[in-house]
């Protein structure tokens, strides 16, 4: 499978390095190393979901429990999660540290994945999530670090989006 | 079998869990018996109530915490009983009030009044201990239980569709939040 493992680990040592504690995930091809390497530790504990919005839910018991979370997921799984976002995460003031595999942009060949590759960024900014992109391995570390640092102090939802220049091996 | 009554049962066993509450009038009912800094009422995001005690549940496993939820919440996030299920948290309960009805919105039925079993779910989906009472008594005796079994378990208690003519406490929902945080903080240092 030509999903990158290399960066896959190195994704997973920063969670670990920013003392994360508790991953709920959604599975989708990209993420599938992400999610292996989180099963298989027996200090973290993994969540596998039916459907993303849950992610909010159990992130914000984690951080009520005084446990630092992350939800992975897929851009689709992300529009799934909005009315949890928008009335338990913003309402609420609930950090959320989301890594969302963004799909159906360029060099995208599923055709179903497409159009969610177009609304991503949009409904991002409409809903003031402060994002940035994950696409080259010398900025993996400092990004997400720098990623959880402003959803903790601002305590609110903070988006890294996983590229196909990271994830994916061709 | 009103929804009051059964939080008046058990509202001084609540001082041993954490409570999580869904909104409208499980929110206001149980703030007007008196609100304590364990209480924690999610006033919007319909489904997540259960999640959330989830993940609690999961992050202290030696604290007992309490979810109630409602038939038109849990209706929203079904796939809730088959997270649960899948990592059973023995110090769990989840109380489903289940008045077959969206009662804060002004009262349109929900499945359960035309025959969706919330028990028959919950079981289905794994939940390993799942009962349905309709009476104050049963109530009382059902969480009783459930706290000995050490087993998640889903309590469908069957209630009136009838509430409190208002939702709105005076307890602002940042304050909520931030207490109810802090007093977990303060448990784990004692």
């Keep these: 499978m030509p999903v990158s493992l290399t960066n896959s680990k190195l994704i997973y040592e920063t969670l670990k390095e920013c003392d994360i504690r508790l991953v709920s995930a959604l599975p989708e091809t990209w993420l599938v190393h992400l999610i292996r390497l989180t099963d298989e530790d027996p200090e973290m504990t993994l969540l596998r979901l039916a459907k993303e919005e849950e992610a909010v839910g159990i992130s914000a018991g984690a951080h009520f429990a005084g446990i630092k979370s992350a939800m992975l997921m897929q851009n689709h799984g992300f529009m799934a999660s909005i009315n949890g976002i928008v009335s338990f995460a913003h309402l609420y003031k609930i950090p959320l540290l989301m890594l969302i595999s963004y799909r159906g942009t360029f060099g995208e060949r599923d055709p179903w994945q497409t159009q969610g590759g177009n609304a991503t960024e949009p409904l991002l900014r409409a809903l003031g999530i402060p994002y940035f992109f994950l696409d080259q391995v010398e900025a993996v570390k400092k990004r997400i670090r720098h990623a959880q640092t402003l959803a903790e102090s601002s305590l609110q939802p903070v988006a890294v989006l996983l590229t196909r220049d990271l994830m994916w091996e061709e | 079998m009103l929804r009051l009554d059964c939080l008046r049962s058990v509202y001084s066993e609540l001082e041993n869990y954490l ?172």
């Design chain 2, 19 to 190: 409570v999580v509450t869904i909104m409208g009038a499980v929110a206001a009912e149980l703030h007007s018996l008196g609100h304590r800094p364990n209480f924690f009422y999610l006033q919007h995001a319909m489904g997540l109530a259960s999640s959330t005690g989830l993940g609690l549940a999961l992050c202290l496993p030696e604290r007992s915490v309490i979810v109630f939820d409602g038939d038109g919440s849990l209706l929203m996030n079904l796939g809730s009983l088959t997270t649960m299920a899948r990592y059973r948290p023995r110090n769990l309960v989840h109380v489903v009030f289940d008045n077959e009805s969206l009662l804060s919105v002004g009262g349109f039925p929900t499945a359960t009044s035309a025959g969706t079993d919330l028990e028959g779910i919950a079981r289905a989906a794994g939940i390993p201990r799942a009962v349905t009472v309709r009476s104050v008594e049963n109530f009382r005796t059902a969480l009783a239980d459930a706290a000995h079994s050490n087993e998640l378990t889903t309590i469908i208690a069957k209630v009136e569709a009838t509430g409190p003519s208002g939702y709105i406490t005076d307890l602002s929902l940042l304050e909520n939040r931030f207490q109810f945080r802090r007093h977990i903080q303060s448990l784990k240092k004692s």
